[in-house]
Nanobody
Framework: QVQLVESGGGLVQAGGSLRLSCAASGRTFSSYDMGWFRQAPGKEREFVAAVTSGSGGSTAYTYSVKGRFTISRDNAKNMVYLQMNSLKPEDTAVYYC????????????????WGQGTQVTVSS
């Protein structure tokens, strides 16, 4: 069982930056692939970024955030981060942290555990 708590959301102007954090409980954090998803009003939840288990040697990003967002993990602290730069109004959404232990691809929606989300609002 893994519990996830996101933080770091807020209101930022277009072009600005935010860093989201996700704190995970449990002694087996390093065994999980970790991902970030987002859901804008009236839209389905979508994949944003993910990092593989262990040392996090592989990452994946949705096309719209490549070059702007960076996912990372710190297994010693049971943390995963999403650094978001050059933010755009269309990045406005509730951002969710998720964990999975399955062998499904990083950009699958079938993650096993989810946080409650943190709101990110980008003003134009």
């Amino acid at each position: 069982q893994v519990q996830l708590v996101e933080s770091g959301g807020g209101l930022v102007q277009a072009g600005g930056s935010l860093r989201l954090s996700c704190a995970a409980s449990g002694r087996t954090f390093s065994s999980y692939d970790m991902g970030w998803f987002r859901q804008a009003p009236g839209k389905e939840r979508e994949f944003v970024a993910a990092v593989t288990s262990g040392s996090g040697g592989s990452t994946a990003y949705t096309y719209s955030v490549k070059g702007r967002f960076t996912i990372s993990r710190d297994n010693a602290k049971n943390m995963v981060y999403l650094q978001m730069n050059s933010l755009k109004p269309e990045d406005t959404a509730v951002y969710y942290c998720a964990a999975k232990i399955t062998i499904l691809p990083l950009n699958t929606r079938k993650y096993d555990y989810w946080g409650q989300g943190t709101q990110v609002t980008v003003s134009s």
